[in-house]
C-alpha cells in the first residue's frame, strides 16, 4: 500500500478489503464467513438497534522488527467479549473462534498492516450484535459477529506527548452496578456529551468521569484508564464502574517486573496533587501521560508534569510495552501471538 502515509495516521476508519463474520442462529454458531462488503443487513427490529445489545473489542496486531506480525493479547479480548455477551445476555462467542476470525482477518488484509518503524498499527475490531428482531425488551436468539480492521496512529494528539484531561461531574458514564465492566455501546453514547461539553472542542484530550456514587473517586476517562506513580509505586482505581483494560493489567505486570510496586484501589480526588507521574492508558491510547487534570468546578488544575514532558516511568513502560509488541523484545510473559501470514 504504497499510498498511505502511514507516519502520518490518525486514529480513523480506512476501508480495507475484508472482514470476517459469523451468525448465530437455531442455538448454535455458524462457519466463519469473509466478506467485503462494508454493510450489515439488518432486521429493522434487531435489538443492538432498539436495545443497545451489542457489544465489542479493540485490539492490535503489529508488524515487527523481524517482520512477523504479532498480535496483543487476543485471548483476553476474547474473554472480555464473552464477559460483555453474559452481562447483556447476548449469545458468548467462542474463544477459539475468535482466535480464527483474528488470525483470518489480519492475514486477508496484510497490506494493511503498517511497516515497522512507523509508529502505525492494525487496529481490529471485532462487534457482536443482537440481530433478532424483538419488541418487547428481551434478548434477540439471533446474533452476529463481525471483525474488521483498520490501519491506526495515535488516539490522542500527538502519540507519546503529554496532554491536558479534565473533570466532569455533570455526567456520569456507568453506574456503580451498571455496564461500566462490559464494552458496550451505551457506555459510549452515554460519554459524548460529556466527552463534547468537558473537553471544549479539543481544548482537553479526553474528560475523566468520577464514581458515580460519591464522586469522590478517578474512575476512568471516556476511552481508557487512569494509573498515577509515586514513591516507586503505580496506582490504578478499584471500581465496579470502569472496563477491566487489558492495557493497564499489562502495564501492571511490567511495572513488577520493571522493579516498582503495584496498588489497585480507589483513589479520592485529592490523591491527584501527591502524582510525580499519570496516565490514560488503553489500546488505542497506549499510554498518554497526562500533562495536568483540571476541576473547573473547583477552581483547581492537577498538574502532573511540570515541564510538560513525559516522566521516566511512563516512558519506561511505554517502551518495554511497544518493544514487546514489535518483537524488539523477549516477549516474556507470552502476550503475542504470532500470526502466520
Ligand atoms: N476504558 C475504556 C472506557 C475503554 O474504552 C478502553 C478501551 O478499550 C479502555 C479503558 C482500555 O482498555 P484496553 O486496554 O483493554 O484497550
Ligand atoms: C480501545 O482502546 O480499543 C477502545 O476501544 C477505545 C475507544 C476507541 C473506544
Not at 277 to 302: F, H, M, W
Request: charged fraction near 25%.
Amino acid at each position: 500500500m504504497e499510498n498511505i502515509n502511514w507516519k502520518e495516521l490518525s486514529f480513523g476508519y480506512m476501508k480495507t478489503d475484508y472482514n470476517v463474520r459469523c451468525y448465530y442462529r437455531d442455538g448454535k454458531w455458524g462457519e466463519l464467513e469473509v466478506s467485503s462488503s462494508e454493510e450489515i443487513p439488518i432486521h429493522m427490529a434487531a435489538t443492538c438497534l432498539h436495545y443497545g445489545q451489542e457489544g465489542f473489542e479493540g485490539l492490535k496486531a503489529f508488524r515487527g522488527k523481524d517482520g512477523k506480525v504479532r498480535v496483543f493479547r487476543m485471548d483476553e479480548n476474547a474473554k472480555r467479549l464473552a464477559s460483555t455477551a453474559h452481562g447483556i445476555m447476548m449469545a458468548e462467542f467462542p474463544i477459539e473462534k475468535f482466535r480464527e476470525a483474528v488470525a483470518k482477518v489480519i492475514r486477508l488484509n496484510q497490506r494493511f498492516i503498517p511497516p515497522y518503524g512507523t509508529g502505525a498499527s492494525l487496529y481490529l475490531r471485532p462487534l457482536l450484535i443482537g440481530t433478532g428482531a424483538q419488541v418487547g425488551v428481551k434478548p434477540a436468539t439471533e446474533y452476529l459477529f463481525v471483525v474488521f480492521v483498520t490501519p491506526v496512529g495515535p488516539y490522542f494528539k500527538g502519540g507519546f506527548t503529554t496532554n491536558p484531561y479534565v473533570i466532569t461531574r455533570k455526567y456520569d458514564r456507568s453506574a456503580p452496578l451498571g455496564t461500566g465492566i462490559y464494552k458496550v455501546g451505551g457506555n459510549y453514547a452515554a460519554s459524548m456529551r460529556a466527552h463534547s461539553e468537558a473537553c471544549h472542542g479539543g481544548e482537553y484530550a479526553c474528560e475523566f468521569y468520577l464514581d458515580a456514587k460519591e464522586k469522590h473517586y478517578i474512575d476512568e476517562a471516556g476511552a481508557a484508564n487512569f494509573f498515577g506513580i509515586k514513591n516507586n509505586t503505580y496506582i490504578t482505581p478499584k471500581s465496579t464502574s470502569i472496563l477491566p483494560s487489558i492495557t493497564n493489567k499489562s502495564l501492571m505486570q511490567l511495572a513488577e517486573h520493571l522493579g516498582m510496586k503495584t496498588e489497585r484501589r480507589p483513589i479520592p480526588i485529592e490523591e491527584l496533587e501527591t502524582f510525580e507521574e499519570a496516565g490514560a492508558c488503553g489500546t488505542a491510547a497506549v499510554i498518554s501521560p497526562i500533562q495536568r487534570i483540571d476541576d473547573l468546578d473547583n477552581n483547581k488544575s492537577y498538574v502532573i508534569s511540570k515541564d510538560g514532558q513525559p516522566g521516566p516511568w511512563c516512558k519506561k513502560l511505554y517502551t518495554a510495552l511497544q518493544q514487546i509488541q514489535y518483537g524488539e523484545a523477549e516477549d516474556v510473559f507470552g502476550w503475542c501471538d504470532i500470526i502466520d501470514l
